[in-house]
């Protein structure tokens, strides 16, 4: 597969994407000069600090659009600053300055109330650690979103056991976390984060503790959501998973050095449209045989 | 969100955790328990004495032989107490605050009722005024008289016990029994006293004419105690100070200091002894308020833990969108059920235990006790339920997660 895309560096004007395809992408996520500092002083570590100013030499922070339908991949080493842009997305962290729109709403104007509901409605979170709550049964894990959400307990049965078999693990819906696999932890946390069908889902290192077999399943689970129009934003080190996204983001010490599109915004993630065409082909193939 | 769904999940969160729930239950139910039964137990002493003041009588004096409390004991001197000194007593021009005096012997003998044989705790000859002075009041049959002593018949007023290990179901009155080989009519039996406070039963006793007793076991030398009664309850000082000058007439003694005989105030001795109760229940209240405390710092304990441990378990339930309210609400359920359910089974406890005699006492609970018990317990697992929670519920969700 041919890859097409252009670099993009952080800073630059954000512009509709509108070589890939008619229709004019909304971006869901605008990020704008975005920094995020840990400690005071001289300790003081710049998580995300973007490209300095060069009028003053300090962090002029990271700024980023995401659009509606995008599967975007983070890359980037150890301590690069993922995590830290991730959980700011995903409204469980505060920035140290910049502005953070969801759908157009500034975040940093809501309070405790509303970002609870943003968190429960709009995003799904996938943690890099699995983060399942202890004691508790995959059903009754998957189910918790839901009645946040103020699902009534039948309705949200049916839609927790539907998450669960789309996993793959219906059968193991009884079961508490410490007697499952990490790779079935891993694929609850999935089922938790889709259960609620979320526009966005934030997926810190998905596949970080799994085999390339179960790195596979929810990989497929995740370019599935994608092609129904879920946005999706995926860490990764791993090459071969961010072959499944569109557009792949390097960071470094906070900055964002390269932006890559490897596919259009509309219609399905590369690696899914590829499978398609290759069986659509074999049909016309077994269609022509016949 | 349904207050209902709220439940579910503190009775999940308690349900995860069984033996820690299990045991801050415990330590509030013994708290609460201990403080209902032990207060129970003072109260319960303290009534007993209370009891047997109100049933001895208030205004009767007792008058034995012996040196008084203090005084030098000097075997030449002691004069026995006669029935001459009970008379000289009863003179009212001598004693005007002395209501009434009855001598008393006391012996012991074996009573025989066709094939029973008992031994009643105390055979004693008295005057009628007796049971007026001791308080002793009749249930069946009647009093003997005082024509009955004039003439030393052979009746007797036996006590309940007595009756009941006699007769058993019988009706006593009027069938005679054999004492020490005298044959008694029984002409009346006397109602039950009760308020045995670990000593001898006041019910196990026979009392017959002072003559009568005196003629078949005593002799007629002297009498073992002489009962006073004062005009009331608050001339008994100086009802006592008579029964000195007058007995110290009648046995020739100059020196207050040196008397062969001892006056004691029994209700003032009871006072004493009540007192003592009171601080005994007092000690017993404040073992029972630190085991309450105790049980207190447990809850306290647990909480903290409890949603320390859980403080990463509250950044994914923010992290899954739950509401701070929905996150309190949950801690604040647990801890209340906990010390709920903890406070309520220790007042079952503290008042079925209270059912049951304690080192020879009957617990009267103390209905603010159970009260307040429940309510300190209840409290404390609230306030240090809901302060860890409300903190951590606070935190901003990663801070919680992050949390070790
Ligand atoms: N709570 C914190 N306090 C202080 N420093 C922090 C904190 N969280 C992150 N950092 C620092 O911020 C920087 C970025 O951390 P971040 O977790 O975003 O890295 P990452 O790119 O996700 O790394 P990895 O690939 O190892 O997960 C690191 O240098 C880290 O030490
Ligand atoms: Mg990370």
Redesign the pocket.
Known sequence: MARRGRARHSGTAPTPETETGPATPVPVIQIQRLT?A??HGDAT?H??RGPDDPETGLPAGVSLDIDEGDFVAVM????????????ILGCLDVPTAGRYLLDGIDVGHLDEQQLSLVRNRKIGFIF?SFNLVPRTSALAQVELPLAYAGVKAAERRKRALAALSLVGLSERSGHKPNELSGGQQQRVAVARALVTAPAMLLA??PTGNLDSHSTEEVLQIIDGLNATGRTVVL?T?EDEVAMHAKRVLR?VD?KVISDVRQGPVAGPPPVLAAQLRQRAAAGELIGGRQ | MIFWQILRFAIGGLAANKVRSALTMLGVLIGVASVILLLAVGNGSSAAVKNSITSLGTNSLTVSSGASFGGSRSAATTKKLTVADAKALADPSAAPDIKSVAPVVSTSATAIYGDISYTPGSVLGTYPAYFETANEKIAKGDYFSADDVLNARKVAVIGSTTATQLFDTDDPVGKSISLGGTPFTVVGVLQTKGGSTGFSDPDDVVIAPLPTVQNAFTGFSSVSQILVQATSADTTTQAQSEITSVLMGTHSLTDPTKLDFRVSNQASLLTARESTTKTFTVLLGAVAAISLLVGGIGITNIMLVTVTERTREIGIRKALGAPKAVILGQFLTESTLLSVLGAGLGVAVGLIGSHFKVVGIVPVVIPSSVLGAFAIAVAIGLFFGSYPANRAASLRP??AL?HE
């Not at chain 1, 980037?76 to 959980?87: E, F």
Request: aromatic share 4%.
């Open positions: 995020k840990y400690g570590v998580a995300l980037g080493s150890s301590g690069s600053g993922k995590s830290t842009l991730m959980n890099q810190d290192e860490i080190h960071l906070g | 990663i801070d992050r």
